[in-house]
């Protein structure tokens, strides 16, 4: 057919094609040419013949009837001339034969119409031999096309079949029959009834659960799962069904059929009956005997309702279904197989996509995995479910942390318990947790809770390592909940033995016992129970797998005792420090293994930290902060059984005795080994010997000591490869330094032991600075030991490179040893050549800053001083030489030209002094006759500063006296008569003595002008000092004008001493020239010569100065504080000083007279008898003398008060 007739054809048409129904449908089979059988054939078949003959014909028809169509009734007339053969008289083999023919018959001329198929299944209904059985089922196959038709029989094949099927069964031919059966419930299930439905059932149920043949019972299934899919199922068979699934399900041959089979079933209206007869095949204790049945009634609730392949028509909760699961394992408490198949349903029930469950879910599957848990191990398949079930548990407890678990957690819990010895790590975990939880809500009994959990879990059997430790932890983190006493009572000493557990586990447990023993309120007698647990883990010995509860013991003792020095009990802290000490002495003595640095590293940053006050209280130092804390009951024995503290303190207070530590300490430095404990050590000595208190009551043998530091530091490589990688030998010398105080308790042969060490640091860089502090030191304390070293430290002093690094040490060295008179006064030409070749290189202002060139020329000028007068020629020649070496020509173009003069001025300072000082104890400036002094004796002062380096100080004669004749005193106007004979030279003589040599009289007389002084003061001005008042040193101010520095004239003054009687009457000649301080001039301007005030002015009035004048002193006086800087910013500053324009006045302007008119603005520090000074102004001699200086050239006048200072310093 073509397309287009295709499109044209219409539906109805297509649809008849479709079932050949059409007029251009052709059949499917070849319709064959029917075949008329002649009448011969069928008068041979006729029962008038013989047997045989007749057996011939039907065998000829067989084939016939196979190859061709006969004609319509040939079957019958067949059937009619043939059936008398059936006759059990004729014999098996003919019966058989006429059988067959039939079955042939039957099978290949098919009719459904025909009425021979109706004469057929009365014939098979007839047929009652067993013999005949086989022939008859192939009759009834090829009557009923195997089941498929059942035309002109449909009533009676139903009950036919159910009566004859446990025959056919029985015979073993359930083969043959269970196809057919199948095919007549799908082709003909309007046909049968409930009975016979039943009885198929019934006999397809008993032969799948009797026969051994694989194929019947698929057959068998087949059958049923035909009868359940055609919806021919009732109630009443579910009795027969279910069981019959449940039996087959468990075995692997049948167990995709059993399951398609109730799976169709539990699709059915009947499915939630059929959970229903599940649940009670499962609660049946009658089937306790039944595994196998228990097995898939199991299997098939967890299947449908959970399984990835559940039915989903099913509405059935988890709990109403747990239960029976239950009751299951607990009927087949025997069979491993049944827990089994209930810990395969649990598994679903837990997986992933399972449903969520409620609280009285949870309660019955923790009953049922209770169940799952108790199962012995040693039967077949224990192992497997153990395992099952251990998951199963596992997976409840991540719920439990998930938030969806809605039981009972201490019901949960309680079966983690049982099976704790089987739990894995993780689960025994949050067992410990949960039971902590627990115990914190009834503090009371919390301790008591806690022991029951160290007794269970603390054993290694119980749990792993990691159960144990995180149970330590949490009874460390808890330990608050009760009271020391109890916690130290109910749990730790019976629980907690250190010694008997597993490494990890046992510095755990030391950590814990050190906790609580930090607690205030534990008691001494459970204090002494745990520090002796302590001890134990001190005393024992130590090995690889033991070093962390020796490293957690140490460091716990030590934390116990900063802590009980601090603020706790006295006799914790005495009792842990001994612990500390005797372990410590107990590795060094043995010693010390490598693998316990660690330890002793905690041992000894502990031990040189103690420290004590001056009420002798024992404290410890903050190595961080340097902060130093004393315990108010805790203080040290100064011999043993002898307190040093108060007799009279209090019953609480506890003595320690130092001896003990600081013996382990100095062994721990005799025999280590390990480079960071060495250095350790070293680091804190320092600050310990310091502590004098320390030493003294701890009995330290300074000598082995300084053995052991002279043995060390003159060249021990292998000890210093050791500690070369922690600060090297430079440590050494701190301890060195730190023992230089003990002077008195040191026998003859330390203190040199001590001094070569220091020198030996003076080789070391590091440790230069402080090994020259340590000597300076040492040149004031251990005189003799020094003396005989000196010379060769000098010799080394002289090697060392000047730097800025080492120069204040050096210097301060060489300050201090001057002060010792006995170590230099046997010194040789050389050795004092070696101090100024020490001293001079720090004399350049280039190289080093303003202090240390200060102090060097200072030290030079002191040394040089000191020195012989028959060695300062020679010496003299050297440091000239040597100070000049420092301004050669190529180092003076690169230094800046500010630095260049003062460097030559410095050395011209120094040349000045040399020269002065080199032939004599005192410089060769004359002194002022005794007429100059006589006359300068009441005189008034001034200084300027020129530019350059140049001080000129100018002094006039004057009189402090208070006017009476003429304008002159008692005293000024007998001298000022002309005398009528000269004065004598005794006379003259005697106004030159000191003041400690005058009369009795005069001195009355003087006190008396003092105290007239001083009642004439107002209140805010300070009294004059009076000669007897003032000490002035006469040798300063004639070095001052040569040498204008003050702080080199205030050297000079000091050192350049002569005889105490010379000293004294210049002095005594000087008093009356000094300056009062902050003097002002009380004179007037005018153009004359100065006048002298009148007599009868008032005592109290005072008198107008200058105003151009007054200006000048004060911005000196502001210049002048200044004076801390450099020597060289000084002198460019006063040089260099502006002063007004207004201040230059012609000289004529600048002669003062007295003015009797009131000065109200005048200084408050004017002095009552200046205002009543007269005299020549010295202000009016300098500008006579330096009238040549100009704006450019500017002189700087001085203020009294600090010119006179710098002359002579308090």
């Known amino acids: 057919m073509?397309?287009?007739?295709?499109?044209?054809?219409?539906?109805?048409?297509?649809?008849?094609?479709?079932?050949?129904?059409?007029?251009?449908?052709?059949?499917?089979?070849?319709?064959?040419?029917?075949?008329?059988i002649d009448l011969e054939t069928l008068k041979e078949l006729g029962s008038d013949n013989p047997v045989a003959q007749r057996l011939k014909v039907i065998k000829e028809l067989t084939e016939v009837v196979r190859t061709r169509r006969l004609a319509q009734g040939s079957g019958e007339t067949l059937y009619s001339l043939t059936c008398d053969l059936l006759n059990p008289a004729h014999g098996t083999e003919t019966r058989h034969a006429v059988l067959n023919f039939y079955c042939t018959l039957l099978r290949f001329q098919r009719d459904p119409g025909d009425i021979t198929r109706a004469h057929c299944f009365n014939l098979v209904l007839g047929l009652g031999l067993p013999e005949d059985l086989p022939l008859r089922l192939e009759l009834v196959r090829a009557l009923t096309d195997n089941g498929k038709c059942l035309n002109l029989f449909e009533e009676q094949a139903g009950a036919f079949l159910v009566k004859w099927m446990p025959e056919v069964l029985s015979a073993g031919r359930a083969q043959d029959l269970l196809p057919l059966l199948v095919n007549v419930v799908r082709f003909n299930a309007a046909f049968l009834d409930r009975s016979t439905i039943m009885g198929f059932v019934q006999n397809a149920c008993i032969l799948c659960c009797r026969t051994n043949s694989e194929l019947d019972v698929k057959l068998g299934l087949e059958l049923l799962d035909s009868v359940v899919g055609y919806g021919l199922v009732s109630a009443e068979l579910l009795g027969h069904v279910v069981p019959t699934a449940c039996r087959t399900v468990v075995v692997a041959p049948f167990s995709e059929l059993s399951w398609r089979l109730m799976r169709n079933l539990l699709g059915t209206h009947l499915g939630h009956r059929t959970i229903g007869c599940l649940c009670r095949v499962l609660e049946d204790r009658t089937n306790a005997c039944d595994p196998t049945l228990l097995k898939g009634a199991m299997f098939f609730v967890g299947a449908a309702l959970w399984s990835p392949r559940a039915v989903g028509s099913l509405q059935y909760r988890a709990a109403g279904v747990l239960p029976s699961l239950g009751r299951g394992v607990a009927n087949g408490s025997a069979y491993p197989s049944v827990a089994y198949e209930a810990a395969v349903c649990l598994q679903w029930l837990l997986g992933p996509d399972g449903p969520p469950l409620g609280p009285v879910a949870w309660d019955?599957?923790?009953?049922?995995?209770?169940?799952?848990?108790?199962?012995?191990?040693?039967?077949?398949?224990?192992?497997?479910?153990?395992?099952?079930?251990?998951?199963?548990?596992?997976?409840?407890?991540?719920?439990?942390?998930?938030?969806?678990?809605?039981?009972?957690?201490?019901?949960?819990?309680?079966?983690?318990?049982?099976?704790?010895?089987?739990?894995?790590?993780?689960?025994?975990?949050?067992?410990?947790?949960?039971?902590?939880?627990?115990?914190?809500?009834?503090?009371?009994?919390?301790?008591?809770?806690?022991?029951?959990?160290?007794?269970?879990?603390?054993?290694?059997?119980?749990?792993?390592?990691?159960?144990?430790?995180?149970?330590?932890?949490?009874?460390?983190?808890?330990?608050?909940?009760?009271?020391?006493?109890?916690?130290?009572?109910?749990?730790?000493?019976?629980?907690?033995?250190?010694?008997?557990?597993?490494?990890?586990?046992?510095?755990?447990?030391?950590?814990?016992?050190?906790?609580?023993?930090?607690?205030?309120?534990?008691?001494?007698?459970?204090?002494?129970?745990?520090?002796?647990?302590?001890?134990?883990?001190?005393?024992?010995?130590?090995?690889?797998?033991?070093?962390?509860?020796?490293e957690a013991a140490v460091e716990g003792l030590c934390r116990l005792f900063q802590a009980h020095v601090h603020d706790g009990q006295p006799s914790t802290a005495v009792a842990a420090l001994q612990l500390l000490a005797q372990h410590l002495s107990k590795q060094c003595k043995e010693g010390?293994?490598?693998?316990?640095?660690?330890?002793?590293?905690?041992?000894?940053?502990?031990?040189?930290?103690?420290?004590?006050?001056?009420?002798?209280?024992?404290?410890?130092?903050?190595?961080?902060?340097?902060?130093?804390?004393?315990?108010?009951?805790?203080?040290?024995?100064?011999?043993?059984?002898?307190?040093?503290?108060?007799?009279?303190?209090?019953?609480?207070?506890?003595?320690?005795?130092?001896?003990?530590?600081?013996?382990?300490?100095?062994?721990?430095?005799?025999?280590?080994?390990?480079?960071?404990?060495?250095?350790?050590?070293?680091?804190?000595?320092?600050g310990l010997l310091r502590d004098r208190a320390v030493v003294l009551c701890g009995q330290l043998s300074l000598r082995r000591l300084s053995s052991w530091l002279i043995s060390h530091a003159a060249g021990d490589r292998k000890w210093l490869d050791k500690v070369r990688n922690h600060g090297g030998e430079a440590l050494l010398y701190p301890v060195a330094s730190a023992l230089v105080l003990y002077r008195s308790e040191r026998d003859a042969q330390s203190p040199r032991w001590l001094l070569q060490v220091l020198e030996l640091g003076l080789m070391c860089k590091p440790a230069v600075a402080l090994c020259l502090r340590?000597?300076?030191?040492?040149?004031?304390?251990?005189?003799?030991?020094?003396?005989k070293l000196l010379p060769g430290l000098l010799q080394r002093l002289a090697q060392l490179s000047p730097t800025m690094a080492i120069a204040l040490p050096v210097l301060e060295f060489l300050a201090c040893l001057i002060r010792v008179p006995q170590l230099y006064a046997s010194f040789t030409p050389d050795e004092y050549r070696r101090v100024f070749a020490i001293a001079l290189p720090y004399t350049n202002p280039a190289r080093f800053n303003d202090v240390v060139v200060a102090l060097a020329h200072h030290l030079v000028a002191l040394w040089f001083l000191k020195c012989r007068v028959a060695f300062r020629k020679d010496l003299a020649p050297f440091i000239m030489k040597t100070l000049r070496s420092q301004l050669e020509p190529a180092e003076e173009e690169r230094r800046d030209a500010s630095m260049v003069r003062l460097q030559e001025e410095l050395l011209a300072t120094l040349g000045d002094l040399v020269a002065q000082c080199?032939?004599?104890?005192?410089?060769?400036?004359?002194?002022?006759?005794?007429?100059?002094?006589?006359?300068?004796?009441?005189?008034?002062?001034?200084?300027?500063?020129?530019?350059?380096?140049?001080?000129?100080?100018?002094?006039?004669?004057?009189?402090?006296?208070?006017?009476?004749?003429?304008?002159?005193?008692?005293?000024?106007?007998?001298?000022?008569?002309?005398?009528?004979?000269?004065?004598?030279?005794?006379?003259?003589?005697?106004?030159?003595?000191?003041?400690?040599?005058?009369?009795?009289?005069?001195?009355?007389?003087?006190?008396?002008?003092?105290?007239?002084?001083?009642?004439?003061?107002?209140?805010?001005?300070?009294?004059?000092?009076?000669?007897?008042?003032?000490?002035?040193?006469?040798?300063?101010?004639?070095?001052?004008?040569?040498?204008?520095?003050?702080?080199?004239?205030?050297?000079?003054?000091?050192?350049?001493?002569?005889?105490?009687?010379?000293?004294?009457?210049?002095?005594?000649?000087?008093?009356?020239?000094?300056?009062?301080?902050?003097?002002?001039?009380?004179?007037?301007?005018?153009?004359?010569?100065?006048?002298?005030?009148?007599?009868?002015?008032?005592?109290?009035?005072?008198y107008d100065s200058i105003p151009e004048e007054s200006q000048l002193p004060r911005q000196a006086?502001?210049?002048?504080?200044?004076?801390?800087?450099?020597?060289?910013?000084?002198?460019?500053?006063?040089?260099?000083?502006e002063v007004p324009a207004s201040s230059y006045r012609d000289r004529g302007h600048t002669v003062s007279g007295v003015s009797p008119a009131s000065d109200?603005?005048?200084?408050?520090?004017?002095?009552?008898?200046?205002?009543?000074?007269s005299g020549m102004n010295p202000r009016f001699v300098f500008l006579h003398l330096f009238r040549s200086l100009g704006q450019s050239e500017r002189a700087l006048p001085l203020p009294e008060s600090d010119v006179w200072c710098s002359m002579w310093p308090p």
Request: proline fraction near 7%.
């Open 364 to 550: 019955a599957l923790l009953d049922l995995l209770g169940s799952l848990l108790t199962f012995p191990q040693g039967q077949p398949g224990g192992r497997q479910l153990q395992q099952m079930a251990h998951e199963l548990l596992t997976r409840v407890e991540v719920s439990h942390d998930q938030g969806t678990f809605q039981g009972d957690a201490t019901r949960l819990f309680e079966l983690v318990d049982q099976a704790a010895p089987l739990r894995p790590e993780a689960s025994l975990l949050r067992l410990v947790e949960f039971r902590a939880r627990q115990a914190e809500l009834c503090p009371l009994h919390w301790a008591s809770q806690m022991a029951e959990l160290l007794e269970r879990f603390l054993e290694p059997e119980m749990g792993t390592l990691a159960v144990r430790l995180y149970l330590l932890d949490l009874l460390a983190s808890h330990r608050h909940l009760c009271q020391a006493d109890e916690l130290a009572e109910q749990v730790l000493l019976p629980h907690v033995s250190p010694l008997e557990m597993e490494p990890a586990v046992a510095a755990r447990a030391v950590r814990l016992l050190s906790d609580v023993l930090l607690r205030d309120d534990l008691s001494a007698q459970h204090t002494t129970d745990l520090l002796d647990r302590l001890g134990k883990v001190l005393a024992r010995g130590w090995q690889a797998d033991e070093l962390l509860a020796l």
């Open 918 to 1102: 080199s032939f004599g104890s005192c410089g060769s400036q004359p002194r002022r006759s005794g007429a100059a002094l006589f006359l300068l004796e009441q005189g008034r002062a001034q200084s300027w500063l020129l530019p350059g380096h140049r001080l000129v100080t100018i002094t006039t004669s004057g009189c402090a006296g208070r006017p009476a004749r003429l304008g002159l005193c008692d005293r000024c106007a007998l001298f000022c008569q002309e005398p009528v004979a000269p004065v004598p030279r005794e006379e003259l003589a005697m106004h030159q003595e000191p003041p400690q040599q005058q009369p009795q009289q005069q001195q009355q007389q003087r006190r008396r002008h003092q105290s007239e002084a001083m009642g004439r003061t107002s209140g805010q001005r300070h009294p004059p000092a009076t000669q007897d008042d003032l000490s002035l040193a006469r040798r300063g101010w004639d070095l001052l004008q040569d040498f204008p520095l003050p702080d080199v004239a205030a050297i000079f003054r000091c050192h350049n001493l002569v005889d105490a009687q010379d000293e004294a009457a210049s002095r005594g000649a000087n008093t009356g020239e000094r300056p009062s301080l902050g003097e002002r001039s009380p004179l007037r301007r005018t153009n004359s010569s100065p006048e002298v005030p009148a007599q009868d002015l008032p005592r109290c009035d005072r």
């Open 2 to 36: 073509s397309k287009n007739a295709k499109d044209k054809e219409k539906p109805l048409e297509r649809i008849k094609s479709l079932f050949g129904l059409g007029k251009a449908s052709s059949p499917a089979v070849p319709r064959l040419e029917e075949h008329a």
């Open 592 to 686: 010390p293994p490598p693998e316990l640095a660690p330890v002793r590293l905690r041992l000894v940053q502990t031990l040189v930290a103690l420290r004590t006050s001056p009420l002798y209280q024992v404290g410890l130092c903050d190595p961080a902060t340097g902060r130093v804390t004393f315990s108010g009951q805790l203080t040290c024995t100064f011999r043993e059984g002898s307190p040093c503290g108060n007799a009279g303190s209090t019953a609480a207070t506890q003595q320690l005795c130092f001896r003990e530590p600081l013996e382990a300490l100095l062994c721990c430095l005799r025999e280590e080994t390990d480079g960071a404990v060495l250095s350790a050590l070293l680091r804190g000595l320092p």
């Open 774 to 787: 340590a000597l300076a030191l040492a040149a004031l304390e251990l005189h003799l030991a020094m003396a």
């Open 1117 to 1137: 006086a502001a210049a002048w504080d200044s004076r801390g800087q450099s020597a060289r910013r000084s002198l460019e500053g006063w040089s260099h000083a």
């Open 1160 to 1173: 109200s603005g005048s200084m408050a520090t004017t002095s009552y008898v200046d205002l009543y000074r």
